[in-house]
Nanobody, 111 residues
Framework: QVQVVESGGGLVQPGGSLRLSCEVS????????VDWYRQAPGKRRELVAS???????YYSDSAKGRFAISRDNAKNSAYLEIQNLKPEDTAVYYC?????WGQGTQVTVSS
């Protein structure tokens, strides 16, 4: 059974940065795409970024320029780095792999 666990969220001041981690327990991690989503209060969950098993990436329009997705197949892990955080980045960030969601990690951007 696949398990997905996010970490790295927290309270950050505007302009700060964070690196979110997603650890996946799966023997086929290196073959599958990893997606990062976020859900802000009162809003729908939205796709932020995605990375294939060989490292091809996709970013939503809102993520281009400040977000960077990466993965380390040897560690069964994926990452989402966010630079120059803004209050509108406040959301629960979710990792998605092989039809499995993690529990999410809260990112709050506030002074």
């Amino acid at each position: 059974q696949v398990q997905v666990v996010e970490s790295g969220g927290g309270l950050v001041q505007p302009g700060g940065s964070l690196r979110l981690s997603c650890e996946v327990s799966s023997g086929v991690f290196s073959f599958g795409a990893v997606d990062w989503y976020r859900q802000a209060p009162g809003k729908r969950r939205e796709l932020v970024a995605s990375i294939t098993g060989i490292g091809s990436t996709y970013y939503s329009d809102s993520a281009k320029g400040r977000f960077a997705i990466s993965r380390d197949n040897a560690k069964n892990s994926a990452y989402l780095e966010i630079q120059n955080l803004k209050p509108e980045d406040t959301a629960v960030y979710y990792c998605y792999f092989d039809q499995t969601w993690g529990q999410g990690t809260q990112v709050t951007v506030s002074s």
